[in-house]
Protein backbone atom coordinates (compact mmCIF):
# COMPACT_ATOMS: atom_id res chain seq x y z
CA UNK A 1 0.00 0.00 0.00
CA UNK A 2 3.49 2.46 0.86
CA UNK A 3 4.27 1.93 -2.57
CA UNK A 4 1.10 3.24 -4.53
CA UNK A 5 0.97 5.64 -2.60
CA UNK A 6 4.18 6.69 -3.08
CA UNK A 7 3.39 5.65 -6.79
CA UNK A 8 0.47 8.01 -6.95
CA UNK A 9 2.02 11.06 -5.22
CA UNK A 10 4.86 10.81 -7.48
CA UNK A 11 2.67 10.77 -10.79
CA UNK A 12 0.43 13.55 -9.41
CA UNK A 13 3.28 15.77 -8.81
CA UNK A 14 4.71 15.11 -12.30
CA UNK A 15 1.26 15.83 -13.77
CA UNK A 16 0.75 18.81 -11.70
CA UNK A 17 4.94 20.10 -12.89
CA UNK A 18 3.92 19.02 -16.84
CA UNK A 19 0.45 20.68 -16.95
CA UNK A 20 1.42 24.17 -15.71
CA UNK A 21 1.25 26.77 -18.51
CA UNK A 22 4.67 27.98 -19.02
CA UNK A 23 2.99 30.73 -20.92
CA UNK A 24 2.12 31.67 -16.90
CA UNK A 25 5.26 32.05 -15.46
CA UNK A 26 7.32 34.16 -18.11
CA UNK A 27 11.20 34.62 -16.92
CA UNK A 28 11.33 38.19 -16.74
CA UNK A 29 15.09 38.01 -15.36
CA UNK A 30 15.49 36.01 -19.16
CA UNK A 31 13.88 38.63 -20.97
CA UNK A 32 16.15 41.68 -19.32
CA UNK A 33 19.23 39.59 -19.93
CA UNK A 34 18.01 39.41 -23.66
CA UNK A 35 16.81 42.90 -23.92
CA UNK A 36 20.41 43.57 -22.44
CA UNK A 37 22.13 41.59 -24.93
CA UNK A 38 20.29 42.69 -28.00
CA UNK A 39 20.96 46.52 -27.06
CA UNK A 40 24.78 45.99 -26.18
CA UNK A 41 24.80 44.09 -29.78
CA UNK A 42 23.67 46.77 -31.95
CA UNK A 43 25.60 49.19 -30.03
CA UNK A 44 28.65 47.41 -30.89
CA UNK A 45 26.80 47.10 -34.81
CA UNK A 46 26.83 50.95 -34.66
CA UNK A 47 30.41 51.41 -33.74
CA UNK A 48 31.29 49.00 -36.64
CA UNK A 49 28.88 50.90 -39.25
CA UNK A 50 31.18 53.97 -38.15
CA UNK A 51 35.00 51.28 -38.00
CA UNK A 52 33.64 50.68 -41.69
CA UNK A 53 32.04 53.00 -43.01
CA UNK A 54 29.42 50.74 -43.84
CA UNK A 55 25.96 52.41 -44.68
CA UNK A 56 24.14 48.97 -44.84
CA UNK A 57 25.20 48.06 -41.44
CA UNK A 58 23.97 51.81 -40.35
CA UNK A 59 20.68 51.37 -42.07
CA UNK A 60 19.72 48.57 -40.24
CA UNK A 61 21.00 49.61 -36.85
CA UNK A 62 19.37 53.07 -36.81
CA UNK A 63 15.91 54.72 -38.11
CA UNK A 64 15.58 57.24 -41.10
CA UNK A 65 15.44 60.29 -38.67
CA UNK A 66 18.20 59.87 -36.00
CA UNK A 67 19.71 62.64 -34.16
CA UNK A 68 23.27 63.14 -33.62
CA UNK A 69 24.51 65.13 -30.93
CA UNK A 70 28.14 65.59 -30.45
CA UNK A 71 29.68 68.13 -27.14
CA UNK A 72 25.93 69.93 -27.05
CA UNK A 73 25.33 70.20 -31.10
CA UNK A 74 23.00 68.11 -33.11
CA UNK A 75 25.28 67.55 -35.83
CA UNK A 76 22.97 65.22 -37.75
CA UNK A 77 19.49 64.73 -37.78
CA UNK A 78 18.83 62.02 -39.89
CA UNK A 79 20.78 58.28 -41.36
CA UNK A 80 22.12 60.67 -44.59
CA UNK A 81 23.84 62.97 -42.07
CA UNK A 82 25.12 60.69 -40.15
CA UNK A 83 26.42 58.98 -43.17
CA UNK A 84 28.07 62.44 -44.72
CA UNK A 85 29.68 62.83 -40.88
CA UNK A 86 31.14 59.29 -41.39
CA UNK A 87 32.66 59.77 -44.34
CA UNK A 88 34.03 63.13 -43.63
CA UNK A 89 36.10 61.49 -40.83
CA UNK A 90 36.88 58.06 -43.71
CA UNK A 91 38.17 60.74 -45.48
CA UNK A 92 40.60 62.40 -43.27
CA UNK A 93 41.59 59.09 -41.43
CA UNK A 94 41.09 56.72 -44.03
CA UNK A 95 42.11 53.87 -41.25
CA UNK A 96 39.68 55.44 -38.99
CA UNK A 97 38.49 52.92 -36.22
CA UNK A 98 36.33 53.16 -33.17
CA UNK A 99 36.35 50.08 -30.78
CA UNK A 100 33.85 49.98 -28.04
CA UNK A 101 35.66 49.99 -24.19
CA UNK A 102 32.89 49.40 -22.44
CA UNK A 103 28.91 49.23 -22.74
CA UNK A 104 26.34 49.36 -19.96
CA UNK A 105 22.53 49.05 -20.80
CA UNK A 106 19.93 51.19 -18.43
CA UNK A 107 16.39 50.78 -19.60
CA UNK A 108 16.14 51.39 -23.47
CA UNK A 109 19.77 52.90 -23.58
CA UNK A 110 23.64 52.18 -23.57
CA UNK A 111 26.64 54.35 -21.95
CA UNK A 112 28.90 53.52 -23.99
CA UNK A 113 32.96 54.11 -23.73
CA UNK A 114 35.05 53.67 -26.76
CA UNK A 115 38.24 54.61 -28.45
CA UNK A 116 39.02 56.19 -31.77
CA UNK A 117 42.13 55.76 -33.73
CA UNK A 118 43.29 56.55 -37.25
CA UNK A 119 46.15 58.69 -39.36
CA UNK A 120 45.36 62.30 -40.85
CA UNK A 121 46.21 61.22 -44.75
CA UNK A 122 43.42 62.62 -46.28
CA UNK A 123 41.97 66.31 -46.70
CA UNK A 124 40.77 67.54 -43.33
CA UNK A 125 37.77 69.72 -44.89
CA UNK A 126 40.30 72.22 -46.83
CA UNK A 127 43.15 71.23 -44.78
CA UNK A 128 45.89 68.90 -46.21
CA UNK A 129 47.07 65.76 -44.08
CA UNK A 130 49.64 66.01 -41.63
CA UNK A 131 50.40 62.12 -41.82
CA UNK A 132 49.70 62.31 -37.89
CA UNK A 133 48.42 59.56 -36.10
CA UNK A 134 45.16 60.74 -33.08
CA UNK A 135 44.23 58.12 -30.43
CA UNK A 136 40.75 59.98 -28.82
CA UNK A 137 38.46 58.78 -26.19
CA UNK A 138 35.25 59.30 -26.10
CA UNK A 139 31.79 58.55 -24.44
CA UNK A 140 28.50 57.89 -26.26
CA UNK A 141 24.51 57.34 -24.48
CA UNK A 142 22.75 55.90 -27.54
CA UNK A 143 18.96 55.52 -27.17
CA UNK A 144 17.02 52.53 -29.05
CA UNK A 145 13.41 52.47 -29.97
CA UNK A 146 11.63 49.17 -28.96
CA UNK A 147 12.60 47.69 -31.72
CA UNK A 148 16.15 47.81 -30.91
CA UNK A 149 17.12 50.51 -33.60
CA UNK A 150 19.12 53.70 -32.89
CA UNK A 151 16.72 56.98 -33.09
CA UNK A 152 19.47 59.20 -30.73
CA UNK A 153 23.35 59.38 -29.86
CA UNK A 154 24.86 61.96 -27.55
CA UNK A 155 28.52 62.05 -27.95
CA UNK A 156 31.24 63.68 -26.50
CA UNK A 157 35.12 63.45 -27.20
CA UNK A 158 38.34 65.97 -27.45
CA UNK A 159 37.62 67.02 -30.73
CA UNK A 160 40.66 70.05 -30.01
CA UNK A 161 43.10 67.32 -28.38
CA UNK A 162 42.17 65.28 -31.88
CA UNK A 163 43.44 68.09 -33.71
CA UNK A 164 46.62 68.87 -31.74
CA UNK A 165 47.63 65.33 -32.15
CA UNK A 166 47.45 65.92 -35.68
CA UNK A 167 49.80 68.84 -35.27
CA UNK A 168 47.52 71.85 -35.18
CA UNK A 169 47.50 74.53 -32.83
CA UNK A 170 45.18 76.84 -31.56
CA UNK A 171 45.69 80.75 -32.22
CA UNK A 172 44.81 83.32 -29.23
CA UNK A 173 42.11 85.24 -30.18
CA UNK A 174 42.64 88.94 -31.26
CA UNK A 175 41.24 91.31 -28.45
CA UNK A 176 40.78 94.62 -29.87
Known sequence: MKKSNLFSVTVFLLLLVHCIDPAKKKPVKADAVTI??????????????????????????????TVRNVNGKIV???????SETMEFWHTAMPDFKIVEREIIVVENRTYTN???????????????????KSIT????????????????????????????????????????
Not at 76 to 82: A, D, I, K, T, Y
Open 36 to 65: EQRLKMASKNYLKAWSDQDSNLLQATAIRN
Open 114 to 132: WTCTGTNTGMLGDNPPTGK
Open 137 to 176: EGFSILTFDDQGKLVHETAYFDVMGTMEDWGYSMVAPIME
Open 76 to 82: SSNRSGL
